[in-house]
């Protein structure tokens, strides 16, 4: 048997070919080169010889109704028909975060790092948040008549950011001034990274300087804002990703409070 799984976001697209479940060819592509995902599984299936799929498999980021997608952060619509004719298979298409906590019961102990220690409630819901291109969320419930965890899909990146003091209420000004509603996703997101700091360095409080706007125009914005946060070499990138990881920590216990995540 052979299958197609990829994993689609708003920045890239990782694909693998897997035949008896091993895998056998992977690529990543730039999501913004294509026009839209037919034309990356196009050249995908050249690149891997043309081999004739039993089934195919997709993680998108957006929210799949009807067999199809407007995603978040691509100006692409994906159709599950059309990717069927394009393959010549089945195809399946899941929420990303949905695909995400498939694989979470397969991670070993030394895949998972525990931030807070807490006491499982067994059989209770379990919540999924990620930040990347977007604000990925979603929960699991347990299904006792099979007895293992189900995925769901949630939206609830684009839920309204809230502001818990002084410097995010300042920050929510800017960004209303600038998009009007205010996700949580504007702030908790790669793009977020980068409203953080311009936001610091409006304020005058933070100065960016040369070199570290230059490294920032150069590359991904938010990973030379982190790496910098990390080496400790610019006060406005530690300050940056203090306020990014605060208000990240405030959304994961909005979102365990919503879906009463017992389970982690």
Same mark, same amino acid.
């Given at each position: 048997?052979?299958?197609?799984?990829? $994993?689609?976001?708003?920045?890239?697209?990782?694909?693998? =070919?897997?035949?008896?479940?091993?895998?056998?060819?992977?690529? @990543?592509?730039?999501?913004?080169?294509?026009?839209?995902?037919?034309? %990356?599984?196009? $050249?995908?299936?050249?690149?891997?010889?043309?081999?004739?799929? /039993?089934?195919?498999?997709?993680?998108?980021?957006?929210?799949?109704?009807?067999?199809?997608?407007? *995603?978040?952060?691509?100006?692409?619509?994906?159709?599950?028909?059309?990717?069927?004719? *394009?393959?010549?298979?089945?195809?399946?298409?899941?929420?990303?975060?949905?695909?995400?906590?498939?694989?979470?019961?397969?991670?070993?102990?030394?895949?998972?790092? &525990?931030?807070?220690?807490? /006491?499982?409630?067994?059989?209770?819901?379990?919540?999924?948040?990620?930040?990347? *291109?977007?604000?990925?969320?979603?929960?699991?419930?347990?299904?006792?008549?099979?007895?293992?965890?189900?995925?769901?899909?949630?939206?609830?990146?684009?839920? $309204?950011?809230?502001?818990? $003091?002084?410097?995010?209420?300042?920050?929510?000004? @800017? =960004?209303? /001034?600038?998009?009007?509603?205010?996700?949580?996703?504007?702030?908790? /997101?790669?793009?977020?990274?980068?409203?953080?700091?311009?936001?610091?360095? &409006?304020?005058?409080?933070?100065?960016?300087?040369?070199?570290? @706007?230059?490294?920032?125009?150069?590359?991904?914005?938010?990973?030379? %804002?982190?790496?910098?946060?990390?080496?400790?070499?610019?006060?406005?990138?530690?300050? *940056?990703?203090?306020?990014?990881?605060?208000?990240?920590?405030?959304?994961?216990?909005?979102?365990?409070?919503?879906?009463?995540? =017992?389970?982690?």
């Amino acid at each position: 048997m052979i299958v197609l799984a990829g $994993d689609i976001g708003g920045t890239k697209v990782d694909l693998g =070919l897997f035949e008896d479940l091993e895998l056998r060819e992977k690529r @990543r592509y730039v999501s913004r080169d294509f026009t839209g995902l037919e034309a %990356i599984l196009s $050249d995908f299936m050249v690149a891997a010889g043309g081999s004739r799929l /039993s089934a195919a498999a997709f993680g998108i980021a957006g929210p799949i109704v009807g067999g199809g997608v407007h *995603t978040t952060n691509l100006p692409w619509v994906i159709d599950q028909d059309s990717l069927q004719r *394009t393959l010549g298979c089945p195809v399946a298409m899941v929420n990303d975060l949905e695909s995400t906590a498939h694989g979470i019961p397969l991670l070993g102990p030394g895949e998972i790092v &525990t931030l807070n220690e807490g /006491s499982e409630v067994a059989g209770a819901a379990r919540a999924i948040i990620a930040a990347g *291109t977007g604000l990925g969320q979603g929960y699991m419930i347990f299904d006792r008549e099979r007895q293992r965890y189900q995925p769901r899909a949630s939206e609830g990146g684009h839920t $309204d950011f809230a502001a818990r $003091d002084d410097a995010e209420i300042e920050l929510l000004r @800017r =960004l209303a /001034s600038k998009f009007g509603h205010v996700s949580a996703e504007r702030v908790l /997101s790669g793009s977020g990274v980068g409203e953080i700091l311009d936001h610091l360095t &409006t304020t005058g409080r933070y100065l960016a300087s040369r070199e570290l @706007r230059d490294a920032i125009a150069a590359g991904d914005a938010a990973a030379v %804002i982190a790496r910098a946060a990390m080496d400790r070499t610019h006060p406005i990138c530690i300050e *940056t990703m203090r306020m990014f990881v605060s208000a990240y920590g405030a959304e994961a216990g909005n979102l365990a409070l919503k879906v009463m995540a =017992l389970g982690g």
